[in-house]
Structure formats: structure tokens, C-alpha cells
């Protein structure tokens, strides 16, 4: 158990709708790192938040948003989904400063029918 | 760009039969080098984080080395249950964390 909780673990849901993803992070870590994997596909980086405030971007569509509460869990948001959303949804966490290592949750499970 | 790249893609050894995986970087600013194990529907599962070149970390038949350029996971007299994908990433200087494609290995009994 990496201490690194999402829910929910499965989510089946129409094209054009609205999902949340929710992760909370190990307790103390800062950071939250959100990744998309596609079926047989590398982790793909969507965004991280550090302690309440956005750090970096990556290849995050426009129709997603995420963000980190006071209490250090954060929330993916997908809308308008299509059926090329269908994927893992991962989040990580890592302690203050990097270089150290960041603990994967068990994923969130997407299909978008 | 910072690149990380890993061979082979996929990988097949009988029970027993040691071997490497290789993970390249282009990177600059390198704060870290990272291994993962990954299993099929399953989050990524920590295994070793390198610093600096020369450094080497071991946990049970698995030993991760680093160089200025690359580093290699050996896998000791494999078993079954090692078989699982083995991701590879880097985090550089206020970035996030770069994976690479990963090596599938599969360990046949």
C-alpha cells in the first residue's frame, strides 16, 4: 500500500459527460502529480500542484481541470468526455523538494461509452 | 528536450536467467533517477531512486546502478514474479517527473 488513496476505482460514463476524480495524497506530501495511461501506453503528465497552488503543465486538453484543496487532496476534472479519454487515470505524491521519490495511487479506471 | 528512453521494449528469460535493463536520459539538471514496477491495471510501485553517478541500490534480486548518462536495472535469477513492466523516470530542476516508455518482462517458469 503506497498511502496514496483514488476514488473511485472504476467509472463508466457517456460521451459528453462530466466526471471527478479524487486523490488523496500520503500524509505530509505537498505535491500531486496527475498522469494519463492510455491502453499499452507510456504515463503521460497532466498537471501537478504543490501545496495548494498549480506547478507545472503538461499535455492537459482543455476540457480537464484539476485542482488542490487546503487539506491537500486534489480532484481531476474531466467534461466533455470522448471516447479517446478512456484511460488510467493516476495520481502521485512526493514530499517537499524534489528528488525524492513520488508513491502512485491504484488508479482510476475510465470508460467513456 | 529532456528524453528518457528504455531497452529492450519487451524482454523474455527463463526462470533463473539474469540480465539488464537499460534506461537513457537527456536531461539536464538531473535531481533524481527513478524506478518503477508496474503490473498490469496497477499504480506504478516505487523501487529505487539514484542520485549521482556511480551509485548503486539493491532490494532483494533486483540492483539499480547509475551513470552520467544511463542507468541499468539487473535482475538476479529472475522468478515468475518479476514479471511486470519496469518504468524508468528522471526529475530535473522544477520539472515533473519524465517516464520512459518502460521494458515488459516476462519470466517463464
Known amino acids: 500500500d503506497s498511502g496514496v488513496t483514488q476514488t473511485p476505482k472504476h467509472l463508466i460514463t457517456a460521451t459528453g459527460q462530466r466526471v471527478t476524480l479524487r486523490c488523496s495524497p500520503r500524509?505530509?506530501?505537498?505535491?500531486v502529480y496527475w498522469y494519463q495511461q492510455s491502453l499499452d501506453q507510456g504515463l503521460q503528465f497532466l498537471i501537478q500542484?504543490?501545496?495548494?497552488?498549480?506547478?507545472a503543465k503538461g499535455n492537459i486538453l482543455e476540457r480537464f481541470s484539476a485542482q488542490q484543496f487546503p487539506d491537500l487532496h486534489s480532484e481531476l476534472n474531466l467534461s466533455s468526455l470522448e471516447l479517446g479519454d478512456s484511460a488510467l487515470y493516476f495520481c502521485?505524491?512526493?514530499?517537499?523538494?524534489?528528488?525524492?521519490?513520488?508513491?502512485f495511487g491504484q488508479g482510476t479506471r475510465l470508460t467513456v461509452v | 528536450e529532456d528524453q528518457v528512453t528504455q531497452s529492450p521494449e519487451a524482454l523474455r528469460l527463463q526462470e533463473g536467467e539474469s540480465s539488464s535493463l537499460n534506461c537513457s536520459y537527456t536531461v539536464s539538471g538531473l535531481r533524481g533517477l527513478f524506478w518503477y514496477r508496474q503490473d498490469p491495471g496497477k499504480g506504478p510501485e516505487f523501487l529505487f531512486t539514484l542520485y549521482s553517478a556511480g551509485e548503486e541500490k539493491e532490494k532483494e534480486r533486483l540492483k539499480a546502478t547509475l551513470t552520467k548518462k544511463e542507468s541499468f536495472l539487473h535482475i538476479t535469477a529472475p522468478k515468475p514474479e518479476d514479471s511486470a513492466t519496469y518504468l524508468c523516470?528522471?526529475?530535473?530542476?522544477?520539472?515533473?517527473?519524465?517516464f520512459g516508455p518502460g521494458t515488459r518482462l516476462s519470466v517463464l517458469p
Open positions: 500524509s505530509g506530501d505537498l505535491s
Open positions: 500542484y504543490y501545496n495548494g497552488e498549480e506547478r
Open positions: 502521485a505524491s512526493q514530499r517537499v523538494g524534489e528528488g525524492t521519490e513520488a508513491f
Open positions: 523516470a528522471v526529475q530535473v530542476d522544477g520539472q515533473n517527473f519524465v
